[in-house]
């Protein structure tokens, strides 16, 4: 196992820089969760690099074809990483072509998805079952496309499929340009720990960078992953939802720099108010109030109460009574913390028709 990581680190410099993940540190993508509003949140935060959510390559072309407004709209999102999810080679090809025709930074396949309306349309992670299917994929992409081109994948089907180190020698020889691995098989789900150790088999089976993914959720975390696994950087999903101030402070950590302080909680009202305003702005009040709600959750949390805050921010159908619930909790919280805020600086609300 490669334990230098800083050694591995540049020596893959072009490639890191090519692919735009010099900062080490990726938001991973999920679905019902990064979308277009929160991508822009992130962003707006700091430098961390995000991921669409999975879109299905058929989707994807006929939304483009129609015209339609596009699921996962990426118009103006330089560096944006798009994901395709699919299981025939010629369709998440021309998906592939159509997205880089849009912007897209750079195309990943997503074959790591283990819900089972994805795995019984033969997509996702079912698509590691099948490593000849996996060469035609990567080919007929690659053969698509100019931009930078990665899969994500988990270790592999089962324990006794670990097919991850296989796949990424495969990846490599068709002329991807890096990797993401989620340490746990398909049939684990998300139960159990990532296992980092053996994303290090991946990382010794290829040149190419590999990101270490699952159960980071500190720049502790990010320290044991890379050094078990040797990988050229980490990607955050769950940790950056609850915190979206950890991509940041990751990136300080990996790249020497004294870490950015967490917001206190004036700041995280504001900031959860501005997500608040951009899902209700981009989805529209209704469908945007549902999807904003998961992120309620996952901001209204450390003092006794937040249970009963999350339960009134989250029943009202009133976007004014939502925020002003989180006021309140963030006053609570505050004095907890010892911030001594009595108003938020929290930013008028933008209703959307
Ligand atoms: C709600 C949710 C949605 C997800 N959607 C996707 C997806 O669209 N594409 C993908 O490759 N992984 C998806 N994942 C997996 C994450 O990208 C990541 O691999 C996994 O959550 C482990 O990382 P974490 O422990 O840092 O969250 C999803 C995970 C969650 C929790």
């Not at 795995?119 to 996702?124: E, N, P, R, W």
């Not at 159908?317 to 001594?340: L, R, Y």
Request: hydrophobic content about 45%; aromatic content about 4%.
């Amino acid at each position: 196992m490669r334990s230098d990581t800083a050694r591995d680190w540049s020596q893959q410099d072009a490639r890191l820089t090519r692919l735009g993940w010099r900062d080490r540190v990726l938001l991973a993508p999920m679905s019902g969760v990064t979308d277009r509003p929160f991508r822009d949140h992130i962003r707006s935060l700091g430098q961390g690099q995000v991921v669409t959510e999975m879109i299905a390559s058929e989707a994807a072309i006929r939304e483009i074809k129609d015209s339609r407004k596009l699921n996962q709209a990426i118009d103006d999102e330089p560096g944006i990483i798009v994901q395709l999810a699919g299981t025939e080679p010629a369709l998440i090809a021309e998906a592939a072509r159509m997205m880089e025709a849009r912007g897209a930074h750079t195309i990943d396949l997503n074959f790591g998805c283990p819900a089972r309306k994805v795995v019984h349309k033969a997509s996702g992670s079912a698509v590691m079952r099948d490593e000849a299917l996996c060469g035609a994929i990567f080919d007929a992409v690659r053969a698509a496309i100019e931009v930078p081109l990665t899969v994500k994948m988990r270790l592999g089907w089962d324990d006794d499929s670990f097919n991850a180190p296989k796949l990424a020698a495969l990846a490599e020889r068709a002329g991807l340009d890096g990797i993401t691995v989620h340490g746990r098989t398909r049939c684990q789900f998300y139960k159990g720990q990532a296992d980092w150790r053996r994303v290090g088999a991946v990382v010794e089976a290829t040149t190419l960078p590999v990101l270490v993914n699952g159960d980071i959720c500190s720049r502790e975390d990010a320290d044991r992953a890379l050094a078990q696994s040797g990988a050229a950087g980490v990607m955050i999903g769950r940790g950056a939802q609850d915190r979206p101030w950890l991509i940041d402070q990751t990136v300080d950590h990996l790249a020497g720099r004294r870490p950015r302080k967490a917001p206190d909680a004036a700041t995280r009202s504001a900031q959860l108010c501005a997500l608040i305003d951009r899902m209700l702005s981009y989805h529209g009040t209704a469908h945007g109030l549902r999807q904003v709600r998961k992120h309620v959750s996952s901001a209204l949390l450390g003092i006794d109460k937040a249970a009963a805050y999350r339960k009134a921010a989250n029943t009202t159908d009133d976007p004014a009574q939502m925020i002003a619930v989180i006021h309140a909790f963030f006053i609570e919280a505050g004095a907890v913390e010892g911030d001594g805020i009595t108003a938020p600086d929290t930013p008028a609300l933008t209703i959307a028709a």
